[in-house]
């Protein structure tokens, strides 16, 4: 293996393995610290311990614990780097300064460093003198990276005032595995299991080994007893992992309201008056809970780019909707052990409040991956979206709006208008529908000489609707531009 190479057991990966190889090798005297972040179970650690083991750097993993056992954990830890021995720190100051005097011109990682600064909040600003130009990490020529998956901790190293702001020449959040990548780890050919899976774990390694003992369905009519087996099991860590996702993050204190607020959001209340009236809250309420949902990445606000100050949430975590869709109303007859009455009675609302919905997110995501062949652009944003008709008096659901990048004084241009279903035989209806909120678009001033209708679907499309649709990267010889994008077409890697 070649100086750097990233090793065969790291899996996908490869541009955050070259950005964080290309900061422990920097030979700019600017290049010293780097902040690393991530929700938990995306194998930041992993990835991070494989990183210094190859350019043989320090790693420290802190716990929750004490600043005096910190310290002591720290002090063993840099004295078998060293070579053995026994360092016995009185404070943070004294143990950096013999880090880096230790570690050199070498790299220090510091995993789950929010624990450090729990139990001592000022060691940013002792990192900082460290860290200034006549600091010891910097006279030592030693690289620091900071990881943690504390969010909203880890947003705040570097915002407003705070020492370690205008520092950091890396900033890399390790994000879940993209739906294709996730099918190729769980090692799943079909789409559709692909799909059924995705839309309970997600994107998240860690659930893919320890979480389930390397258990994955071998198939479509496997996939039943795989949820039974895993997910909906008590004797699987899975299980509980949905409620820990939320006990962890420090900011939570009123673990019901939370709970009340992503329950809504998974059940289809998406909106902010939605929300409220779901739970039983005013409005105003809402914005100190949702906006730390947001700061741990655990629900995301997208604007609808059609309806001024109009915008949904959504929950970030599959595993959070599956939790609060399914297995939290069946909570009680789940630790009982009647795992299987449970998921009878849950699995239409699986397919409508869970597959459904992720199946949306997952065209979504296909549309901003593909190249400018597919709607005569490159996408410049995809997202959701809604179409009022004054006339027909109804609200038209645009479930992906691709929309081209702006232009300054010109119409923002439309590439394409786009319905999903998971599990409906779409036809011209739904093609008709999106006719109709192109015309009222166009009236709004929108450019949409070119925009094309796409439908997507999991279960097919009518002979009508093939007669008139095309395929990724086509051209109809006249009329309209109706795309039909099924799931081989979603899993495929269309440029």
């Known amino acids: ?56 750097g320090f790693f ?18 840099v004295a078998a780097y060293a070579g053995g021995g026994r360092y016995a720190f009185q404070d943070w100051d004294e143990a950096l300064e013999r880090l880096f005097a ?22 940013p600003s002792v990192l900082q003198r460290a860290l200034d130009p006549r600091g ?26 705070a020492p370690l702001r205008g520092r950091a020449s890396l900033e890399l959040i390790v994000k879940p595995l993209g739906y294709r990548e996730s099918a190729r780890f769980w090692g799943i050919e079909d789409p559709r299991l692909a799909v059924l899976v995705h839309a309970i774990v997600g994107g998240t390694p860690a ?47 009123d673990a019901a309201l939370y709970h009340a607020v992503l329950g809504a959001i998974a059940g289809g209340h998406t909106t902010r008056g939605g929300i409220a009236n779901a ?11 949702l906006s730390v949902l947001e700061d741990a990445q655990l629900v995301t606000r997208e ?15 599959p595993l959070i909707v599956f939790y609060e869709a399914i297995m939290r109303r069946e909570w009680t007859r789940l630790e009982r052990g009647n795992s299987e009455a449970a998921w009878h009675n849950s699995r239409a609302t699986f397919l409508s409040q869970v597959v459904g919905p992720h199946f949306e997110g997952i065209c979504r995501e296909w549309a901003m991956s593909v190249g400018p062949e597919v709607f005569g652009d490159l996408p410049g944003l995809v997202a959701a979206a809604t179409v009022s008709d004054p006339q027909g008096k109804r609200q ?12 300054t004084g010109q119409p923002r241009r439309i590439l394409s208008l786009g319905e999903v279903k998971w599990d409906r035989t779409m036809t011209i209806g739904h093609v008709d529908r999106l006719r109709r909120a192109r015309e009222l678009l166009s009236a709004k001033g929108y450019d949409t000489s070119r925009t094309v209708l796409a439908c997507y679907s999991g279960a097919g499309f009518d002979e009508n609707l093939r007669a008139v649709g095309t395929s990724p990267g086509q051209r109809p010889d006249e009329g309209d531009n109706v795309l039909l994008v099924d799931l081989n077409t979603v899993y495929s890697d269309v440029r």
């Open 207 to 253: 659930y893919r080994r320890e979480f389930v003992a390397g258990d994955a369905p071998e198939s479509l009519a496997d996939f039943d007893s795989w949820v039974l087996r895993t997910v909906l099991n008590p004797q699987v860590p899975l299980f509980r992992e949905a409620r820990y996702l939320l006990a962890e993050e420090t900011e939570i204190r």
């Open 60 to 77: 420290f993993t802190a716990t929750d614990a004490t600043e005096v056992e910190a310290l002591a954990g720290f002090g063993a830890a």
């Open 102 to 123: 230790v570690v050199g011109e070498g790299l220090v990682v510091i995993d789950e460093f929010p624990y450090l600064i729990k139990a001592s909040p000022s060691l």
């Open 1 to 56: 293996m070649k100086a750097g190479a990233k090793p065969e057991r790291v899996f996908n990966r490869d541009r955050e393995w070259d950005g964080l190889v290309r900061f422990a090798t920097s030979p700019s005297t600017d290049v010293r610290l780097g902040i690393v972040s991530g929700r938990r179970r995306q194998g930041k650690t992993f990835l991070l311990d494989a990183v210094a083991e190859v350019v043989g």
């Open 279 to 289: 739970i039983g809250r005013s409005s105003t309420g809402l914005g100190h809970p």
């Open 136 to 161: 010891y990490a910097r006279r030592a020529g030693s690289r620091v990276l900071l990881c943690g998956s504390a969010m909203s901790v880890m947003g705040r190293l570097l915002a407003g005032t």
């Open 396 to 407: 038209i659901q645009v479930d992906v709006a691709v929309l081209a990048p702006e232009e």
């Open 303 to 317: 604007a609808d780019p059609f309806t001024r100050g109009k915008s949904v949430y959504r929950v970030v975590e």
